[in-house]
T-cell receptor, first 113, second 113 residues
Framework: KAGVTQTPRYLIKTRGQQVTLSCSPISGHRSVSWYQQTPGQGLQFLFEYFSETQRNKGNFPGRFSGRQFSNSRSEMNVSTLELGDSALYLCASSLDRFQETQYFGPGTRLLVL | KNQVEQSPQSLIILEGKNCTLQ??????????LRWYKQDTGRGPVSLTI?????NTKSNGRYTATLDADTKQSSLHITASQLSDSASYIC????????????FGSGTRLLVRP
């Protein structure tokens, strides 16, 4: 069974631009969560999608948004990029919301110049 | 406030030695506690998950313990190998409809030959 895949793996953008990251969960998994990881802040929860609905949201500004499609694939969008948005963005999937184990993808490393 | 604190921040040990990483939490209501291993540049991988009623759980050379009364957990690594060099993250799950995960900042372990 294929694992969680994320595209692109690396991305360079400039301030003010917007970016869309994609996540394909493990087949059959319906819950997708997104996290931001920076050296200074560690792993921080962005949001969780389940059955195409956002079920939970972390403490990030409205520039960060996401959506989930009927096939459970998810996208995350960041508008008006700031230098501080440079980070590793991780996606994790699980069977359902209360499934014990989350499986993480390799992440998308975003650099904002 | 729901928090997860890990210690030490970083640790260097010699190959073949044992080590113990600590995790203290103030999360309530508590659902489960997870330990993840994250290699540099990769997504976290689940090592163990323990619910309130479990005191210990093993995964190969990794053994996690949980004391729900004192709200402490530890991850013990036996006979360390060079491949154990990674960050180890403690994550506590809230037992409510939010399904929120509270992340520790991690312990960075370096195993030297």
């Amino acid at each position: 069974k294929a694992g969680v895949t994320q595209t692109p793996r690396y991305l360079i953008k400039t301030r003010g631009q917007q970016v869309t990251l994609s996540c394909s969960p493990i087949s059959g998994h319906r819950s997708v969560s997104w996290y931001q990881q920076t050296p200074g802040q560690g792993l921080q929860f962005l949001f969780e999608y389940f059955s195409e609905t956002q079920r939970n949201k972390g403490n990030f500004p409205g520039r960060f948004s996401g959506r989930q499609f009927s096939n459970s694939r998810s996208e995350m969008n960041v508008s008006t990029l700031e230098l501080g948005d440079s980070a590793l963005y991780l996606c994790a999937s699980s069977l359902d919301r209360f499934q014990e184990t989350q499986y993480f993808g390799p992440g998308t490393r975003l650099l904002v110049l | 406030k729901n928090q997860v604190e890990q210690s030490p921040q970083s640790l260097i040990i010699l190959e073949g030695k044992n080590c113990t990483l600590q995790c203290n939490y103030t999360v309530s209501p508590f659902s489960n506690l997870r330990w993840y291993k994250q290699d540099t540049g990769r997504g976290p991988v689940s090592l163990t998950i323990m619910t309130f009623s479990e005191n210990t759980k093993s995964n190969g050379r990794y053994t996690a313990t949980l004391d729900a009364d004192t709200k402490q957990s530890s991850l013990h690594i036996t006979a360390s190998q060079l491949s154990d060099s990674a960050s180890y993250i403690c994550v506590v799950s809230l037992m409510d409809s939010s399904y929120k995960l509270i992340f520790g900042s991690g312990t960075r372990l370096l195993v030297r030959p």
